[in-house]
């Protein structure tokens, strides 16, 4: 039988033409970011939460989340005033959240993708009556609470549809995390399995780990990317900068820390001894995020 959570899922996924609503709402917001020109990738970056280490777009819900709470107990006290500035502290978390949301959401595909579509309306609709309930807190009757409550029973909802993309369809997880990272010495292999200024995946005790080589020195980094799996072999390598194939992030080859979005994850990097011609990993570098 179907949890509570399976069937609301379910439902919001057959909603009809939730692919031509993801268009055109991806359409809209890769135009404001083109808009932006050159600085559309830091305003990125800024709000994918790579200077923090974690997806901002949690973070930040936690505010309306939290605001609009407090909101529904001071109405239940009657503590009007209060009440209302508890409103528009969660209207402003909200834009913050739904910006970085959006963010996120532009580089999914397929289920978590449509989903997202869901999140966003049950959420934006949610914003729209809190939006009325500010307004109406300034008349006499019950109004603005009213419509306070049905805005709370929406973000509810849209909590949920938020923690199955997350929790369940594995967006916004740290991906480098799969296997665990072998912790004592081991042997990643020859210096001349890899072509200088190259690089190459290998399977250290049964974790994927990327060797890049640069004469006799040799980085090496967790080889599955943070931001959702993607092969970092299978990237670009300019100097000490290698990018993902699937969405573009770029890492350090050198301790593993982001040089750009969308991830939010550092790859974990490996301290390595070249020993002759063997190459040796010696467990993670403290600044890894293993
Ligand atoms: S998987 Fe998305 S940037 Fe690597």
């Known amino acids: 039988m179907p949890t509570i959570s399976e069937t609301l899922v379910a439902a919001a996924l057959a909603t009809p033409d939730l ?20 600085a559309a990738r830091p305003i990125k970056d800024l709000l ?14 936690d505010v309306p989340i939290g605001a609009w709470t407090a909101a529904l107990v001071l109405d239940l006290l009657g503590e009007k005033r209060g ?27 397929g289920k978590p993708r449509r989903l997202g579509v869901v999140h966003a309306a049950v959420n934006g609709s949610a914003m729209l009556l809190y939006t009325a ?6 008349r006499p009757g019950a109004l603005g609470p009213i419509l306070s409550t049905l805005g709370y029973s929406l973000v509810s909802l849209g909590a949920l549809y938020g923690g199955a ?27 001349g399995e890899i072509a200088d200024g190259g690089m190459r995946r290998v399977d250290a005790g049964g974790y994927p780990v990327l060797l890049v080589r640069n004469g006799n ?22 100097g000490d900068v ?16 982001i040089v750009h979005g969308p991830t939010a994850y550092p790859q974990p990097a490996f301290r390595v001894r070249v020993q002759g011609e063997r ?5 993670l570098k403290a600044h890894g995020n293993g």
């Open 19 to 38: 692919d031509v609503a993801a268009d055109a709402l991806a359409g809209a917001v890769n135009g404001a970011y083109d808009s932006a020109g050159p």
């Open 48 to 61: 994918n939460g790579t200077w923090l280490g974690h997806p901002l777009h949690p973070a930040l819900t």
């Open 83 to 109: 009440a209302k500035i508890a409103v528009g502290v969660g209207l402003l978390g909200a834009v913050g959240a739904a910006i970085s949301g959006l963010t996120d959401w532009l580089n999914t595909y």
């Open 133 to 138: 309930s500010f307004v109406a807190r300034d």
């Open 165 to 191: 993309i997350s929790l369940d369809m594995q967006i916004g997880v740290n991906h480098a995390h799969g296997a665990e990272p072998p912790e004592d010495e081991i042997d990643a292999g020859s210096l």
């Open 217 to 238: 020195e040799v980085h090496a980094i967790a080889a599955v990317c943070a931001h959702q799996g993607g092969p970092l072999d299978e990237g670009k390598l300019e």
């Open 242 to 257: 290698v990018t993902c194939p699937w969405h573009g992030s770029q890492f350090c080859v050198r301790d593993g820390s």
């Open 279 to 283: 190459i040796l990993l010696h467990g």
